[in-house]
């Protein structure tokens, strides 16, 4: 038989909000069987990047594990994520949830305007832990989950009300985003470790980097629910030129300048790879970049769009370049589209890609590797098509129902 979690004593606590002091007691005593109620916190509000599809599944996968769940999603503003909970039927609460992680302004060590603001950013996270500590002494969740490591005022308020709780650490932090940590990034990782009952990471490679700062961690590892459909491998004829295709946002550390300079080494040796760039973020320094290569011929560029099939319909191979990929989703769902992809060997990559089966792996920044690597394929269409055809099997380990039936276990609901 299914059971509740066991909920720890709560203390009464003071707090001081909008000038008033407050001393909050205990709602109900230890040893009471509430009904099961599960907080889970987003830390954006728009649909965008893997870790709020992460978000929406982790609340489906409740739902669909524990029906009778009272289920609540944490957003910090309206936006189209508190939209589809309402159309999921999944209540939705509007909440001030604060970062502790900042985006680099700069490529100093110590970003300046962190160190400039540090103290009101600290004081900001202040209101968002007075609001989840009265939230949650209001609804008394049996346990709270926090999604991605950017956003502590509800794993600090479960903390201090003894509430057991979860954290969703979907990426390395400083390595992949390039964010700046309030309080540092060894301490915020030990501050992760010490505020959680278990830290659940999504791929061994994130889980790997948490423990390096923090040993003692208890830890846990839920590959994400990748089940987008499953595409025909695409064919090429012969004489066909190979187009390639890397989907993400813009940016140094997904690797887009990396292919670009694979496909002009190519192109140097004699073959012509064909590029395609889907995402969000400037064009024109990438068409820069290939004018002065020479290859602005074989590069074309498109905006963010949610569908990717035709996309993938009109490649032979995916490429994943990330410097740091903490998983890659947007690699299995490349792979069951049929495309065999060339990936990085790092992050989390190497976990998706058995190199030789599903797709080939090239050392980080390496863009001669990466070059080599294509022209195999282009050389050899036997192998691309068995690397396809194997790529589409390895990806169907990204199941849904794996990924609900694991997260069940870790929260002690099944």
């Not at 694979?262 to 820069?288: C, K, N, Y």
Request: proline content about 6%.
């Amino acid at each position: 038989m299914k059971g509740t979690p066991t909920r720890h004593s709560w203390v009464p606590i003071r707090i001081k909000h909008r000038g008033l002091s407050h001393t909050l007691w205990p709602v109900f005593a230890a040893g009471d069987s509430p009904v099961l109620r599960v907080v889970v916190v987003s830390n954006v509000s728009k649909f965008g990047g893997g870790g709020v599809v992460g978000f929406r599944d982790m609340l489906l996968a409740i739902r669909k594990q524990r029906p009778e769940a009272d289920l609540i999603a944490v957003i910090p503003q309206k936006g189209d994520v508190a939209q589809r909970c309402a159309d999921d039927g999944i209540d939705a609460k509007i909440a001030w949830t604060p970062w502790w992680g900042f985006g680099k302004w700069s490529r100093f060590p110590v970003d300046p305007h962190v160190v400039i603001g540090w103290l009101p950013y600290t004081l900001m996270l202040l209101p968002g832990i007075v609001g989840a500590l009265v939230f949650f002494l209001r609804k008394r969740p049996t346990m709270v989950l926090t999604n991605t490591m950017t956003i502590p005022s509800h794993a600090i308020a479960a903390k201090i009300l003894r509430i057991p709780h979860y954290w969703i650490v979907r990426e390395f932090g400083r390595d992949d985003h390039q964010l700046c940590f309030l309080f540092g990034y060894r301490r915020t990782v030990r501050l992760v470790s010490r505020l959680s009952d278990v830290v659940i990471c999504n791929s061994h490679a994130v889980e790997h980097a948490m423990l390096a700062l923090a040993p003692t961690m208890k830890t846990r590892v839920l590959y994400p629910a990748v089940d987008t459909g499953l595409g025909t491998p695409p064919q090429r004829g012969p004489g066909e030129c190979l187009r390639a295709i890397l989907v993400g946002y813009f940016s140094d550390a997904k690797g887009q300048e990396l292919a670009i300079e694979a496909i002009s080494i190519a192109r140097g040796a004699g073959v012509d790879i064909e590029l395609t760039l889907v995402g969000t973020g400037s064009h024109q320094p990438l068409r820069s970049l290939a004018q002065r290569l020479g290859v602005d011929d074989l590069l074309r560029i498109h905006g963010p769009t949610r569908d990717l099939d035709p996309y993938w319909a009109d490649a032979h191979v995916g490429l994943m370049c990330s410097q740091s990929e903490a998983f890659g989703r947007v690699t299995v769902e490349a792979m069951r589209a049929g495309l065999p992809v060339c990936g990085t060997n790092s992050g989390g990559t190497p976990e998706i890609i058995e190199p030789g089966v599903a797709g080939l792996l090239s050392p980080a920044g390496d863009a001669k590797a990466l070059a080599t690597n294509l022209m195999a394929l282009e050389a050899d269409e036997d192998l691309r098509r068995r690397l396809a055809y194997g790529a589409q099997k390895s990806s169907q380990r990204f199941q849904r129902d794996r990924h609900d039936n694991e997260l069940a276990t870790f929260l002690g609901l099944r």
